[in-house]
């Protein structure tokens, strides 16, 4: 049975409970190691008047938060950071098969000085390669060529031997047949009218599809027509130049039953498609489709 490390989170979100609630479905699917320290999780099943399984296997992580449920607090951003530190080390060393990771709060990164954005920005960091972030579930995934950054950002970012390359990593991490290429302007800039990004997109595609040298990715695509009907039924994969082009589709459309996968790197992680729901913190009221379909997905990637 694969053995899968679980980074918890930030404690004043939803994950204690997702982790918990999910124990007894994810313990048939791999063998969980959670990066969390008992007297911690026992203050959070405790506030959640819920019982920890006799079977929790931990793994130390080091370091006391008080659990704020719903709260942006620095230490419980820290210990977010740390557990998730802990379970990279973990798949480095090849003591795991694979991680998943249950929500952090960025602002609370940000209040403990920790410079990275997010997961897939410190994993980029710390294994030195392009990772790629790529959203969805079995009926549509979606690839983020730019991710948290400022929308105003982002054109300065579309960049033809950038693009190109993300294309082609993009391929050697999935095999897809087809990928569909959004525009970044509206009416995937009217040629040129509204815009002249999508003139670079176009030429990363055409070189992309050349370095490959099989017609893997079309477009660039209308934005607002992308995700239609019809053209999920030609493509299951796409390609969004900005975070919220691609994620505001995919939730509207899969929210409960997406994941997060971070492609082009040494280890294999998933992790759930939500944040940390500080609005239901310790209410009891956490879904765990998406972190089971994580550990699914982490298992299965890890054969």
Not at 81 to 110: C, G, M, N, R
Not at 267 to 279: E, K, N, P
């Amino acid at each position: 049975m694969k053995k899968i490390a679980i980074s918890i989170g930030d404690l004043n979100g939803v994950g204690l409970e997702i982790a918990l609630k999910a124990h007894s479905e994810v313990k048939k699917l791999c063998q969980p190691l959670y990066c969390v320290d008992e007297k911690l999780l026992q203050e959070g099943a405790r506030v959640l008047n819920m019982q920890v399984p006799n079977d929790f296997e931990l793994v130390k992580v080091g370091g006391s938060v008080p659990i704020k449920p719903g709260r942006i607090c620095k230490k419980s951003g820290k210990y977010s950071y740390k557990s998730f530190i802990k379970a990279i080390t973990l798949a480095k060393e090849k003591k795991v098969d694979a991680i998943t990771t249950l929500p952090i709060h960025k602002q609370a990164w940000a209040k403990a000085g920790i410079k990275y954005k997010g997961h897939t920005d410190l994993l980029r960091y710390f294994f030195g390669n392009q990772a790629i972030m790529m959203l969805g579930c079995e009926h549509m995934f979606v690839a983020l060529y730019s991710e948290h950054i400022p929308l105003k950002d982002v054109a300065k970012q579309v960049k033809i031997n950038l693009l190109s390359k993300f294309l082609q990593n993009l391929y050697n991490c999935t095999k897809a047949s087809s990928v569909a290429v959004l525009g970044l302007n509206p009416h995937a800039g009217d040629g040129g009218v509204l815009g002249s990004e999508e003139k670079k997109i176009s030429k990363a595609i055409q070189k992309a599809n050349k370095k490959l040298k099989q017609n893997i990715f079309d477009g660039p695509f209308i934005p607002d027509a992308a995700f239609t009907a019809s053209m999920r039924e030609k493509y299951k994969y796409f390609v969004a130049i900005y975070h919220d082009q691609g994620l505001i589709a995919l939730k509207a459309l899969y929210f409960e039953e997406s994941i997060n996968v971070t492609l082009n790197l040494p280890i294999i992680r998933t992790s759930v498609d939500h944040g940390t729901a500080f609005d239901i913190a310790y209410k009891n009221k956490a879904n765990t489709t998406s972190y089971i379909n994580a550990i699914k997905a982490a298992v299965s990637f890890s054969k």
